[in-house]
Nanobody, 122 residues
Framework: QVQLVESGGGLVQAGGSLRLSCVAS????????MGWYRQAPGKQRELVAA???????NYADSVKGRFTISRDNAKNTVYLQMNSLKPEDTATYYC????????????????WGQGTQVTVSS
């Protein structure tokens, strides 16, 4: 099993910044991708940013130029630097990873963190 623990959420004024962190631990064999999703009340969960094992990145259009995803492979950690935050960025942010475990080294499984709240006040 793989566990994800997020940190770094909080309350910030519009225009401010926050940095989210997510550490993956457990019986990890290989991490294929790590990323961040968010879900606002009454809305579907959506991709914010993701990075794969070859360091390629993908961003939602709404956060391009403001958010930056980065990854420390040695620490199995992914970060999300969020700048110029807007009230519409308010949501619960979830860490996501696709990884193979020591028990199953062939097929990757998707794992989710418990979520961290980001609230941006106007």
């Amino acid at each position: 099993q793989v566990q994800l623990v997020e940190s770094g959420g909080g309350l910030v004024q519009a225009g401010g910044s926050l940095r989210l962190s997510c550490v993956a631990s457990g019986s990890i064999f290989s991490i294929k991708s790590m990323g961040w999703y968010r879900q606002a009340p009454g809305k579907q969960r959506e991709l914010v940013a993701a990075t794969t094992s070859d360091s390629s990145t993908n961003y939602a259009d709404s956060v391009k130029g403001r958010f930056t995803i980065s990854r420390d492979n040695a620490k199995n950690t992914v970060y999300l630097q969020m700048n110029s935050l807007k009230p519409e960025d308010t949501a619960t942010y979830y860490c996501n990873t696709r990884a193979t475990s020591n028990r199953n080294r062939v097929f990757a499984t998707e794992y989710w963190g418990q979520g961290t709240q980001v609230t941006v006040s106007s």
